[in-house]
């Protein structure tokens, strides 16, 4: 059945109050630097001023500015978008660029719909004011790339992956998600609302019994290592539900391009008093590879002792690199990782897992280096610590 005018409105009026959540994301990211709602200008010359519009106008710190288009429908408009955006790009020299958004939940018949426009426009089939039709995410993406664009490419990798973290945790506590999710409203939008449900599904959570949803990356909110180290949950998630219990949620996440990801990263001398603090040859031999920085350079007998002594341990070291546990911390409760998230750069999509699932996922892969589910290498200065690379596995 099709939707009616005022259904219309109420579902953009819901769009634009998405994305406002997500202009305000980008800003406390420091992503922009500016954000203007209801952007007018006028011919010089002429009376109406506020003849060309675009909903909202957003700042970079080089001066640059970018308008953004809203709609949840193909069929609106899309002709007064693209004579608004070449006129105000013709009074405004600061703007570079403008873009028509549209929300990332769509159906897959609207989706294609948005898609195949854009790929016309791309493709030069049709000209266009407009750069592109994008959904909210690749927006974010966009306006990440070229916010970062300065930096050297391993500033901008640690950047993107921390920032990962807030964007998920702003994306759980979104109201405007919630609310949606609660009330099963068609005409209302949500903030990659495919990610939260998602992410819900996994928790099991019951939308009739959940009063609030709170979530953070804030590592002073969630703890550190004794040590002063980051645990293992990345994004801490507070649940309320309607009769005022309280449940606590703990991700671990991770944002690659590839179909491997580093997992983790300890000294040797961590890695042998997880395992089993006792057995002096394991930490001899891991204190070789550390050294060494790969296998190739060990010794092949050091090589042979490592593999046979790890072998009995792969079910605690696959737990402790992805949960964090064997490793003394404040509150295992809300520091150990229950649940793990990977983001593809690629295509963006994105699999969680709970971490009970994963891990025994690894410890049926045992292919990789000394016969467990890992690559081993270091990061940074050889010598200093071991870096473990897991598989990103898909939904079965």
Not at 247 to 269: A, C, G, L, M
Not at 308 to 322: D, G, M, P, Q, R
Not at 360 to 380: H, I, M, N, V
Request: net charge neutral.
């Amino acid at each position: 059945m099709p939707e009616t005018n005022i259904e219309k409105s109420r579902r953009g009026n819901s769009f634009q109050r998405v994305l406002k959540y997500l202009m305000d994301l980008c800003k406390e990211l420091g992503y922009i630097s500016s954000f203007e709602q209801n952007y007018k200008i006028g011919m010089p010359g002429y009376d109406d001023q506020n003849q060309f519009k675009a909903p909202y106008k957003i700042g970079f710190e080089d001066g640059t500015e970018w308008l953004l288009f809203t709609t949840t429908s193909l069929r609106d408009r899309i002709k007064e978008q693209y004579w608004d955006s070449f006129n105000i790009k013709q009074l405004n020299s600061k703007i570079t660029n403008s873009y028509l958004v549209f929300p990332d939940n769509l159906d897959y018949t609207d989706r294609k719909s948005f898609e195949s426009k854009n790929n016309k426009i791309q493709s030069h089939g049709e000209y266009s004011s407009l750069n592109a039709l994008v959904s909210q995410e690749k927006l974010f993406n966009l306006i990440e790339a070229y916010a970062l664009k300065s930096l050297p490419e391993s500033s901008q990798r640690a950047k993107k992956g921390l920032n990962f973290e807030k964007w998920v945790a702003s994306t759980l506590s979104n109201q405007c998600n919630l609310e949606k999710w609660k009330t099963n409203d068609p005409s209302l939008e949500g903030l990659h609302y495919n990610l939260f449900t998602s992410v819900l599904n996994v928790f099991e959570l019951d939308p009739l019994k959940v009063k609030n949803i709170y979530s953070t990356s804030d590592k002073d909110i969630i703890g550190r290592l004794p040590n002063g180290g980051d645990v293992k949950t990345d994004i801490l998630t507070k649940v309320t539900f309607d009769d005022d219990t309280v449940k606590y949620y703990t991700i671990s996440s991770k944002k690659s391009s590839r179909s491997s990801v580093s997992i983790h990263q300890r000294h040797s001398e961590t890695f042998a008093d997880v395992l089993d603090k006792n057995n002096a040859e394991l930490r001899r031999v891991l204190s070789e590879f550390q050294r060494c920085g790969n296998k190739k350079d060990m010794d092949p007998h050091d090589t042979t002792i490592l593999e046979e002594k790890i072998h009995k341990y792969i079910h605690a070291l696959c737990e402790w690199a992805v949960t964090g546990i064997g490793e003394k911390v404040d509150n295992p409760a809300t520091q150990y990782a229950k649940y793990i998230l990977f983001y593809n750069i690629k295509d963006s999509s994105f699999t969680i897992h709970t971490s009970d699932y994963y891990c025994k996922k690894l410890e049926l892969d045992c292919s990789r280096a000394f016969g467990t589910p890992f690559s081993w290498s270091y990061q940074g200065e050889r010598g200093t610590n071991i870096q473990l690379t897991a598989p990103i596995y898909q939904e079965d």
